[in-house]
């Protein structure tokens, strides 16, 4: 916090009164969802769910709480992302370990997600899949397929390595480390390279154009990793290679299901089509917007 946490009139600082001001203050300095920023961050600092402070919210923060406490709430209110602060996000009902190497996970994501396990369920030929994940990042999409797609298996890759290693963390964690295999590469290389064809191909690729970079806020642009945000001067930079490689990767009958921008959904519709994938459509996230490209090899 910005001030002691002490009372100027001697009153306890108790969860509830930690929780009033928090609120207000991150408010007052524009952090987006402030209440559930300073929930996350005081149940972080006391090692308790969140619904504990509301179960006990007289109970008083001794002088190292409150001295942590108010350390994370000076970051927070400069737009350090809440998720990197407690070193956890929350994913289709999951938690996950992230740190800024990583790309914080979405909501929007989860789209993506939604997709893979219902289509796989329900469309014959498309049980049990062999499922590509490609820039998987903290390993949100590998990781919840796993354990959700029935008898899935993921080719997780990335670029970077350190992702790699926090997406295994997290499929460890969710007990699914068997059924991933993890690889290193750019794109689509390390999955030519094995030789497999899949029956999605899935991605969350870089897509922020040059002209939207303007207009992302503080807490994203100076603390998530670059390079798993920007797509280069119209965000297609790896969304045009993703769409023209994906038949050589794909097995038929196969989906390529790859997150976008809103703005994009025309040209890649176009660049589905004219990468000879059939039924190319875009579905709608939890916003309504449309947000995940679904294209077919049949």
């Keep these: 916090m ?12 108790t969860t509830r009164r930690l929780l009033a001001w928090t609120s207000q203050y991150l408010g007052g300095k524009g952090v987006d969802s402030p209440r559930l920023a300073a929930e996350m961050l005081l149940s972080h600092i006391l090692g308790v769910e969140r619904l504990k402070l509301y179960t006990d919210p007289d109970r008083p923060a001794t002088d190292l709480e409150r001295a942590a406490f108010k350390d994370l709430i ?11 602060l407690v070193g956890k996000a929350p994913f ?48 949100a999409i590998a990781v919840a397929l796993a354990k959700h797609a029935s ?39 390390p999955i030519k390279q094995s030789g497999r064809r899949v029956r999605y191909l899935a991605a969350n690729p870089p897509y922020i154009s040059d002209d939207e970079w303007r ?22 930079r790896f969304i045009r290679p993703l769409i023209a490689g994906a038949r050589d990767v794909l097995d038929a009958p196969g989906q390529l299901v790859l997150e976008i921008a809103a703005s994009q959904k025309d040209t890649v519709l176009k660049l589905a089509a004219a990468a000879d994938l059939s039924n190319p459509h875009v579905l709608a996230d939890h916003e309504g917007l449309p947000r995940v490209l679904v294209a077919e090899l049949t």
């Design 151 to 189: 008898g899935s298996r993921v080719i997780a890759s990335d670029i970077s390595q350190e992702a790699l290693e926090i997406a295994r963390e997290n499929a460890a964690a969710h007990g699914v480390s068997e059924t991933i295999e993890f690889v290193h590469g750019d794109l689509l290389e």
């Design 2 to 13: 910005a001030r002691d946490t002490t009372s100027s009139q001697g009153q306890t600082w």
């Design 74 to 84: 000076e970051r927070a209110a400069m737009h350090e992302p809440v998720d990197y």
């Design 215 to 236: 207009e992302v806020p503080p807490n994203v642009k100076n603390y998530e990793p670059v390079t798993a945000l920007r797509g280069g001067v119209d965000g297609l």
């Design 92 to 139: 289709f009902a999951m938690s996950f370990t992230v740190n800024p190497a990583v790309l914080i996970p979405r909501p929007s994501t989860e789209t993506l997600v939604e997709h893979i396990v219902q289509h796989s369920r329900r469309t014959p030929g498309f049980h049990s899949p062999l499922v590509a994940d490609v820039g998987t990042g903290c390993g």
